[in-house]
């Protein structure tokens, strides 16, 4: 793919009619939204999708899946009233997207809510 650059757009000065390769492309795309700030969408999107996952250690370790599902929901239970005062314009509901207990008996949970993650 060549696009002819008309003008120039990053600080490497190019001649008219020089043909862009898709690296400088994607170097000017960079540029242009850095300039004309991210949406909050955007930021959103980034933030929801590149949490990292909380680990909660248990002792004893948790045994199975069942022993799991009673534990999580005693610990939403638990913070539940102050979750919610702490987030008052937080309406949706408390939970993990996912999660699972790993060999040593402890949840890896994730969750895209910023809200939840920040408050754990």
Known sequence: MTIF?????SQNERKTNEPIRREQ????SVQHH????ISQNALHYAVAHQLPPLK???QPEVKDHLEGTNLI???FSYI?????????S???????DIWYVDKQGAFICFTKEIELFVYL
């Open 25 to 28: 492309i994607h170097e000017i």
């Open 80 to 88: 539940h009233e102050d979750f919610r005062k702490a987030n008052k």
């Open 34 to 37: 850095v300039k004309n700030k």
């Open 73 to 75: 929901k005693e610990i």
């Open 90 to 96: 937080y309406n949706r509901p408390i939970g993990f």
């Open 5 to 9: 650059n008309s003008n120039s757009h």
């Open 56 to 58: 909660i250690n248990c």
